[in-house]
């Protein structure tokens, strides 16, 4: 299993960013992704989780109706579109999935919202 995360940067508040996760090793249209983030000393949360289909998503209170997560299977890739970014969204994001008892995450990407 193999989840590459893309997209991050350095951004004004108020501003968009969209991360990418491609995924690999696994069959991905069965699974449900999630997208977390952890900020220097607090703990990782979760930001967004879409289903296999993407026909349901939920998301962390913090990010409600800013963030959007989306998925395409066909290219094994799952998307979070940000906006309205706020310095407080400043972490490093990661992909994840779960498969039974095993959790597997990215390397994260860095977002840095900043003026």
């Known amino acids: 299993v193999q989840l590459v995360e893309s997209g991050g940067g350095l951004v004004q508040p108020g501003g968009s960013l969209r991360l990418s996760c491609a995924a690999s090793?696994?069959?991905?249209?069965?699974?449900?992704m999630s997208w977390y983030r952890q900020a220097p000393g607090k703990a990782r949360e979760l930001v967004a989780r879409i289903s296999s289909t993407g026909g349901s998503t939920d998301y962390g209170d913090s990010v409600k109706g800013r963030f959007a997560i989306s998925r395409d299977n066909a290219k094994k890739t799952v998307f979070l579109q940000m906006n309205s970014l706020k310095p407080e969204d400043t972490a490093v994001y990661y992909c994840?999935?779960?498969?039974?008892?095993?959790?597997?995450w990215g390397q994260g990407t860095q977002v840095t919202v900043s003026s």
């Open positions: 090793g696994f069959t991905f249209s069965r699974y449900t």
């Open positions: 994840k999935v779960n498969q039974g008892l095993s959790v597997y």
